[in-house]
């Protein structure tokens, strides 16, 4: 089990009270057509269940990439506007490529996504750092999310939406991982740009609609506002109705 409970209560510095972080948001770029992916979707789901020492929420996003399918596997989590993505990561890390498994801390720190100390490391210097925009999610109907934002600035960053789903696994019969069956938590099942922040504000009521195979109970909302594939600002997660 990770110590990051422990690690971060350990820790004599706090940020100040106006400055405490609700949230950090831990991305994997993961495949399972890459051999070297589970030990990284694990570490994702390990972290999913824990929260730092000042109370902040972990919110983990597992993004899958489509550039392994090629291999003879197809992973039916894979997407080509998460490939995008990664590679607008690559691009500001300036890394040669982009490569799996990726883990990226707050839009602020990339490393090997098997990396459990790094991980904890950069979660713990995430919870230092001011959140300047809050996150607030309120369903108004089953199947209607109000989202409000406010932020310390007049920044104009993006405010996107993530629909995630845990307990999700697949018998792989081809490619690095043939034979193997491989288990995901926070599945990026829906994601995309719901506007940007206008005078350091935004509000919206989102229509959410769900797949007809998506488990309700393993699902979880997740809006975020980040800078154009920088840092992330502020956070929320939220369970569906009932």
């Known amino acids: 089990m990770l110590a990051v409970i422990a690690l971060l209560g350990a820790v004599a510095f706090r940020p100040p009270a106006e400055a405490k972080r609700k949230a950090v948001v831990v991305e994997l770029f993961t495949s399972e057509g890459c ?32 550039y392994w399918d090629y291999q003879g596997w197809r992973d039916r989590f894979s997407s080509r506007s998460f490939t995008e993505r990664q590679q607008n990561y690559a691009a500001r890390f300036r890394l040669d490529d982009p490569y799996t498994p990726q883990m ?3 839009g602020e720190t990339q490393f090997v996504g098997s990396d459990s100390g ?6 713990l210097q995430a919870t230092a750092r001011q959140q300047n925009a809050d996150v607030q999610l309120t369903w108004t109907s089953a199947n209607q999310l109000l989202v409000r934002v406010t932020a310390g600035s007049s920044d104009t960053a993006e405010v996107r939406l993530a629909i995630t789903e845990n307990n999700l696994s697949n018998n792989v019969a081809a490619g690095e ?13 829906d994601f995309r740009l719901l506007g940007k922040l206008s005078q350091g504000k935004f509000q919206m009521g989102v229509p959410i609609k769900l797949q007809q195979e998506w488990k309700m109970k393993d699902l979880h909302v997740v809006v975020f506002v980040q800078a154009n594939n920088g840092p992330i600002y502020g956070a929320a997660s939220a369970t569906f109705p009932k």
Not at 118 to 123: C, G, N, P, V, Y
């Open 35 to 66: 051999s070297s992916c589970p030990p990284a979707d694990d570490l994702l789901t390990r972290l999913g269940r824990e929260h730092t020492s000042n109370g902040a929420e972990i919110i983990p996003l597992g993004f899958h990439v489509d």
């Open 104 to 106: 990226i801390i707050d």
């Open 177 to 189: 991982n043939d034979g193997r069956i491989l288990h995901h938590s926070a599945v990026v099942r």
């Open 118 to 123: 790094r991980a904890e490391s950069a979660i």
